[in-house]
Nanobody, 121 residues
Framework: QVQLVESGGGLVQPGGSLRLSCAAS????????MGWYRQAPGKQRELVAT???????NYADSVKGRFTISRDNAKNTVYLQMNSLKPEDTAVYYC???????????????WGQGTQVTVSS
């Protein structure tokens, strides 16, 4: 099977930085798009950033210029570098990877377990 493991969340002061990582493991044939989403208390999950297998990126307007998504295909890992963090960035962050496993012939979305990011003084 396939699983995603996230790391890198925590408590940071406004203006600070954090780097999230999400590594996929298991019976992986190929990985297409990767992305990060977040969900704040009482709100719906929202898209933060995505990156295609070719490296094209897309960002939510609220994080443009502050967050950077990247991927390491050799490690099946996606990263989210978050700079100039604001209190409104506080949320649980989830990674998502569109993975074709070696078991079935089509790809599907896999989710990480979520990691808490809290921006507060």
């Amino acid at each position: 099977q396939v699983q995603l493991v996230e790391s890198g969340g925590g408590l940071v002061q406004p203006g600070g930085s954090l780097r999230l990582s999400c590594a996929a493991s298991g019976s992986i044939f190929s990985i297409n798009a990767m992305g990060w989403y977040r969900q704040a208390p009482g709100k719906q999950r929202e898209l933060v950033a995505t990156i295609t297998s070719g490296g094209s990126t897309n960002y939510a307007d609220s994080v443009k210029g502050r967050f950077t998504i990247s991927r390491d295909n050799a490690k099946n890992t996606v990263y989210l570098q978050m700079n100039s963090l604001k209190p409104e960035d506080t949320a649980v962050y989830y990674c998502n990877q569109d993975i074709r496993s070696r078991v079935i012939a089509w790809s599907r979305a896999y989710w990480g377990q979520g990691t808490q990011v809290t921006v507060s003084s």
